[in-house]
């Protein structure tokens, strides 16, 4: 597994980041809340915390249309 020593870093944990970034948006977790340090790390949970405020933004429009619809 390629890791980059100095910064503490590797793939494994670059996904776990964007996971519980993920994770942290869908329970309405503040952005701020990051639990990183280190610039690579932080940006994967902020990437997964963007994707997951999307998504959440998505599940609500298509409720609201179902909601009109129904």
Same mark, same amino acid.
């Given at each position: 597994?390629? +890791?980059?020593?100095?910064? $503490?870093?590797? =793939?494994?944990?670059?996904?776990? *980041? ?6 942290? /948006? ?6 701020? +809340?990051?639990?990183?340090? $280190?610039?690579? =790390?932080?940006?994967?949970?902020? *990437? ?6 999307? /998504? ?15």
């Amino acid at each position: 597994m390629a +890791r980059d020593i100095k910064l $503490g870093w590797d =793939v494994d944990s670059l996904n776990k *980041a964007y996971r519980q970034g993920l994770m942290a /948006a869908s329970m309405n977790m503040a952005r701020d +809340r990051c639990p990183y340090r $280190g610039e690579v =790390v932080i940006a994967a949970w902020e *990437a997964g915390w963007e994707d997951g405020r999307e /998504a959440q933004a998505r599940k609500t429009a298509e409720l609201d249309v179902i909601g009109r619809i129904a």
